[in-house]
């Protein structure tokens, strides 16, 4: 057993002070108990910050850790695009592997217990099937020459004979054409990357930087002209009753959001992802009008390619107008809802094995994250 305390710990009904947890050895909290002075109590451990459950990466691309530092950042949405391919000529496959397994091992000691990822190849599996880390892997269809889901489906099914997690999922609403977007949407659970930038949406208006991409390198989009936005396009294809994952969403409207929200029987969950959001486009996450709408958050490092490190603290320091308490249920409880997997993961709660993560720099006078702020695994 282990009694762990600090200044605040967070539980489901937000940051408290005075608490004691209680740790059995195989991870499993026994005991949340209040006590006046848990500094002075014996065999309890006191570290100076605020202890949380296990985070949850709700929005990922492990397989794109070797990427790290090869793309040019704020070079626009398209730019980006461009870039990603030009990156991934010349690295062998152990390269690949060995990024992937650096980054795992990394977010595991950070105290990441959950990642939602997307894959579109196997490189991960063997490195996700020895992790610590649970994984979802959203296996991804991507691609204006794709016409159905046969690959993806295959891929899926490969990942869940080694003993992971998998589902198909499509990549967005501007890679794929209706036949093979209606392909891929069998999975209860989705997760899409959407109105990720302004050039995604003026796409569907037949102008800006992606649309002069898509006509000059000859690229067919018949649902271009078809629909006039990606929310009209989104509501248009997905049943009422998919849990969507909705990641990015730099561009969406108070309007958008309800008319998503109204529109699915299960309320979304939108992911945030604020330093990929700034290094492709130097865009912000809507996290004002996603607290206005009462939506469910998540949040997400997105990959390697459009960002420096998979640091969900990094990910909540670039969100100070957001009081600290929500972020931080954002990173573990919004997290494991985006996941599916909100009984057992995501919350300091008696009878489940959360993990239990040291958030250190942190300035208990305006509750604020210090710059530099990290997080470590305790449990
Ligand atoms: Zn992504």
Redesign the pocket.
């Known amino acids: 057993m282990r009694h762990l305390t600090a200044p605040y710990i967070l539980t489901p009904e937000g940051l408290r002070r005075n608490r004691i947890v209680t740790v059995a050895d195989d991870g499993t909290i026994v005991e949340i108990r209040e006590c006046h002075n848990p500094d002075r109590e014996d065999s309890v451990e006191w570290y100076n910050g605020v202890l949380i459950p296990g985070m949850v990466n709700a929005?990922?691309?492990l397989e794109l850790s070797y990427v790290r530092g090869k793309v040019t950042p704020h070079g626009g949405f398209a730019g980006f695009a461009q870039g990603l391919r030009a990156a991934r000529h010349g690295v062998s496959t152990d390269q690949m592997t060995q990024a992937a397994e650096l980054w795992d091992n990394t977010m595991w000691q950070a105290g990441v217990e959950a990642v939602g990822d997307?894959c579109n190849g196997s490189l991960t599996f063997e490195v996700k099937r020895r992790s610590r880390i649970h994984y979802h892997n959203f296996v991804e269809l991507y691609g204006l020459g794709q016409h159905n889901a046969t690959e993806v489906r295959k891929l899926a099914e490969q990942a869940r004979e080694m003993g992971l997690s998998a589902t198909p999922t499509p990549h967005s609403l501007y890679s794929l054409r209706d036949e093979a977007y209606a392909d891929v949407i069998d999975s209860q659970r989705l997760s899409l990357?959407f109105a990720e930038s302004r050039e995604e949406v003026d796409l569907f208006s037949q102008q800006g930087a992606m649309w002069e991409w898509y006509r000059s390198a000859g690229f067919e989009a018949p649902f271009i002209g078809q629909y006039g936005s990606p929310v009209e396009r989104l509501l248009a294809l997905t049943p009422r009753n998919r849990q969507m994952v909705l990641?990015?969403a730099c561009e969406v409207s108070h309007e958008d959001v309800k008319a998503i929200e109204s529109h699915f029987e299960i309320a979304p969950v939108w992911v945030v992802?604020p330093r990929?959001n700034d290094f492709i486009s130097e865009l912000r996450p809507p996290v004002e009008v996603l607290r206005e709408c009462g939506s469910k958050v998540a949040v997400?490092t997105?990959?390697l390619a459009?960002n420096t490190t998979l640091d969900m603290m990094a990910e909540l320091s670039a969100m100070p107008t957001v009081p600290l308490a929500e972020r931080l249920q954002w990173a573990t409880h919004g997290g494991a809802e985006a996941l599916g997997m909100e009984q057992s993961l995501g919350s300091l709660r008696v009878g489940t094995r959360p993990g239990v993560v040291l958030v250190e720099g942190v300035d208990f006078e305006s509750m604020q994250l210090r710059p530099g702020a990290t997080s470590r695994r305790l449990v």
């Open positions: 929005h990922c691309h997307v990357h990641v990015h992802c990929s997400g997105d990959s459009s």
